[in-house]
C-alpha cells in the first residue's frame, strides 16, 4: 500500500474511531420544542447551534486550548478525508476536499495549527477572519497545485 493511501486509511480510521467513542446518548424532544411549527425548526436550530458554539475566528482560536484547535483541525481533516475517500481524485462535482487533501498530505495537525497561529498573531487585526479561510489561503492555496497524474497508481487492498 502506497504511503499516502496508508495515511489516508489510517487518518480515516482514526476520525471514525475518534467521532464513535465521542458519540453523545441521543435525547427525546422537549414536549415545548416538538409542537414548535415545521417552518420555524431550521432557525431555530441554527440559532441555538450559533448560541452554543460561536462561530470559529481567530479570537476563539487565539482562547483555545492547544487540545482544542488540535480537535478542530482533526474534524476538519476527517470531513475531508471522508469525502475524498467517498469521492475519489477527480470528483463528479466542484469540490475543494482533493486540492486539500493534496495540499495537506505529509503535513501533521501540529504544523498546520502553527501555520494558524502564526497568521494570527502576525495579522492581529484581522481576528474576525475564519479559521477555516486562514487554513484555505495560507496553508492549502499558498502551495501550488499538486500535479495530477494522467494514471493515478493502483490501490492495493
Known amino acids: 500500500m502506497s504511503r499516502t493511501r496508508s495515511f489516508e486509511v489510517t487518518l ?5 474511531t475518534v467521532s464513535l467513542a465521542g458519540t453523545a446518548v441521543a435525547q427525546t424532544a422537549d414536549p415545548a420544542t416538538a409542537a414548535a411549527p415545521a417552518a420555524s425548526r431550521p432557525a431555530a436550530a441554527i440559532a441555538a447551534a450559533k448560541a452554543e458554539l460561536p462561530y470559529p475566528d481567530g479570537e476563539k482560536w487565539a482562547a483555545a486550548t492547544e487540545r482544542e484547535k488540535l480537535a478542530y483541525l482533526l474534524g476538519i481533516m476527517n470531513m475531508a478525508m471522508a469525502e475524498y475517500q467517498l469521492t475519489g481524485v477527480k470528483p463528479k462535482y466542484r469540490t475543494l476536499v482533493p486540492r486539500m487533501v493534496q495540499s495537506l498530505d505529509g503535513k501533521t495537525l501540529r504544523e498546520i495549527m502553527k501555520a494558524v497561529d502564526g497568521y494570527y498573531q502576525a ?11 486562514v487554513i484555505w489561503t495560507e496553508v492549502v492555496a499558498s502551495k501550488p497545485a499538486p500535479s495530477q497524474p494522467a494514471n493515478p497508481p493502483a490501490t492495493r487492498q
Open 12 to 16: 480515516l480510521a482514526l476520525g471514525l
Open 123 to 133: 495579522n492581529p487585526n484581522r481576528g474576525k477572519r475564519s479559521i477555516f479561510e
